[in-house]
């Protein structure tokens, strides 16, 4: 297996839970979501040996991370740090609590996300783009939709641009954003930094606007920045989405898909996906397609990915030239 620091977080939950044993991880099996257990159990699949040195490692970040987690229940983030030192060290300690900074961090602008969005709006409508997407980086993908979509057209894909680009924020400068805008929590922000906004946060908000305002801001990113609006756009629809679909859309859509990618797909689909997309087909084509899953056995998470990229796709361009509605909460969806 690769070295441990390219291995990624749902390949050392898999080693972490083999390392366990079948019967301490059936036990935390009971606390994940349905997606969650099925994509550990292919990845648990799929892993073939493991080091002693590797599993080691991720057993001792397993424990430090844990380790991290009860000082802080105990006494706060700066006591963590302190028994942390102690314990492992300077910079081993600092690493330990930034990896847990997005979780246990109590968020800036906690006093916004209280505030009315129309008041929000004329809260912060004339500060700098780069503000305002800092603000919208803490605040819930609802609220910020509505923000968004209020603004002037020619910043919409202006702030989502620098929502999507910010990575890590310096808390001196939350502070004086803070500070500026009267805030009462700037003595909440003591970490060396802080990991907000990014792709997944702008997808998030586009999710959640209008339609007319999510084709204007991808239109325009799409000319100023095509590697980012694609990044976007494949986030936008996840293939578990095809839940948003009506029945009559989901059937437009399966006269395009090959059946060898849907069976594909299924594989590493919900069981909630599966019977939609199996209500929507002819009782024989559900039955080949049932078998054609069980005949090809075990399939690589990389195989299954493609697979429902594809059918993505297809519900993209279906949707981009009419054909099909997919409804994401926005005001426009309404059809009559």
Known sequence: ??????I???????????SLGPEKSATIFKHLKEEEIEELTLEIANTRSVTPQIKDTIINEFYEVCLAQQYIAEGGIGYAKELLEKALGPEKAIDVISRLTASIQVKPFEFMRKTDASQLLNFIQDEHPQTIALILSYLGPAQSAM????????????????????????????????????SKLANLVNQDYTIIGGVDHVVEILNTVDRGTE?????????????????????MFVFEDILLLDDRAIQRVLRDVDNNDMAIALKGANE??????????????????????EFMGPVRMKDVEEAQQKIVNTIRKLEDSGEIVISRGGGDEVVV
Do not use: C, W
């Open 272 to 293: 909630e996906v599966q019977n939609v997309i199996f209500n929507n087909m002819s009782k024989r084509l559900a039955v080949m397609i049932k078998e054609d899953m």
């Open 1 to 6: 297996m690769r070295s441990d620091d390219k």
């Open 215 to 235: 084709k204007h801001i991808m239109e325009t990113l799409e000319i100023e920045d095509p590697e980012l609006a694609e990044e976007i756009r494949k986030k």
């Open 147 to 182: 923000v968004i979509s209020a603004l002037a057209p020619e910043r919409q894909s202006d702030v989502a641009k620098r929502i999507a680009t910010m990575d890590r924020t310096s808390p001196d400068v939350i502070k004086e954003v803070e500070k500026i805008l009267e």
């Open 8 to 18: 990624t977080g749902v390949q050392k939950a898999a080693i972490l839970l083999i």
